[in-house]
T-cell receptor, first 116, second 112 residues
Framework: DARVTQTPRHKVTEMGQEVTMRCQPILGHNTVFWYRQTMMQGLELLAYFRNRAPLDDSGMPKDRFSAEMPDATLATLKIQPSEPRDSAVYFC??????????????FGQGTRLTVV | AQSVSQHNHHVILSEAASLELGCNYSYGGTVNLFWYVQYPGQHLQLLLKYFSGDPLVKGIKGFEAEFIKSKFSFNLRKPSVQWSDTAEYFCACAGGYQKVTFGTGTKLQVIP
């Protein structure tokens, strides 16, 4: 059963520490999204990649966040330094196409980040 | 820039009541539209999607949505809700560059 895998599922860290979240998209999917979910802001798109190239990261605070796809099987989202306001659930999603009949984004289980 | 608005943030219904959740999108070109559901503590799952053809789309668990192009709307409906439908519902659209943008979500609470 193909699925998007995110690690870790939970992370508690102290303010100022670096946090790295990982995502393994479904094999063969060429598009990867990073979303952040909070009570106040809902689901925000942070960045997305097509064929490993970043297409849009305008939703991401550039001074502390970075997103990469070192290869087709791994996407990473880093926060350095982390701040309490970064506490949220971070979702990765992948898909093959977003127009036409095969359009769908498959979501991972999320990483719940708490920065104290 | 594309955007999605969901008007109801929190809806409370009794079992067997009918449901309609509003969704409006903003994008000038062709869009694909989605409804996702997130059960408590879980990830988002696709309920239904529209890409072309019949504007009335049927999804899983008895949900349906109607695409009205003139109103830029894609409202979600269910004739009779169950307690198990308690969840958060997200409308989304994919337009330019196939970027998938979500609305802020509607929390549905169904009272037995």
């Amino acid at each position: 059963d193909a699925r998007v895998t995110q690690t870790p599922r939970h992370k508690v860290t102290e303010m100022g520490q670096e946090v790295t979240m990982r995502c393994q998209p479904i094999l063969g999917h060429n598009t990867v999204f990073w979303y952040r979910q909070t009570m106040m802001q809902g689901l925000e798109l942070l960045a997305y990649f097509r064929n490993r190239a970043p297409l849009d990261d305008s939703g991401m605070p550039k001074d502390r966040f970075s997103a990469e796809m070192p290869d087709a099987t791994l996407a990473t989202l880093k926060i350095q330094p982390s701040e309490p306001r970064d506490s949220a659930v971070y979702f990765c999603a992948s898909g093959l196409a977003f127009t036409g009949p095969n359009t769908e984004a498959f979501f991972g289980q999320g990483t719940r980040l708490t920065v104290v | 820039a594309q955007s999605v608005s969901q008007h109801n943030h929190h809806v409370i219904l009794s079992e067997a009541a009918s449901l309609e959740l509003g969704c409006n999108y903003s994008y000038g070109g062709t869009v694909n539209l989605f409804w996702y559901v997130q059960y408590p503590g879980q990830h988002l799952q696709l309920l239904l999607k529209y890409f072309s053809g019949d504007p009335l789309v049927k999804g899983i668990k008895g949900f349906e949505a109607e695409f009205i192009k003139s109103k830029f709307s894609f409202n979600l409906r269910k004739p009779s809700v169950q307690w198990s439908d308690t969840a958060e519902y997200f409308c989304a659209c994919a337009g330019g560059y196939q970027k998938v943008t979500f609305g802020t979500g509607t929390k549905l609470q169904v009272i037995p």
